[in-house]
């Protein structure tokens, strides 16, 4: 079922669908994502593109 919504998500995406996606898996979201935030206790600890998404925020703030 995972990988059905992954496809399907994809396919939005390449139609340029617009797309909120809260996720708790850090890899699967960076290969469906252009932009993340971050969030640490309600407040938003980061926010940009997966290229800008560096090993020490990672570190800090995802175990």
């Known amino acids: 079922m995972v990988l059905e919504v992954i496809k399907i998500i994809k396919q939005l995406k390449a139609e340029g669908t617009t797309i ?3 996720e ?3 890899a699967m979201a960076l290969k469906l994502t252009d932009y993340i935030y ?3 206790k309600m407040s938003v600890v980061f926010a940009g593109t997966n290229d800008q ?3 020490d925020v990672m570190n800090k703030f995802l175990p």
């Open 20 to 22: 909120l996606l809260v």
């Open 24 to 26: 708790q898996n850090l």
């Open 38 to 40: 971050i969030f640490d």
């Open 53 to 55: 998404l560096n090993r």
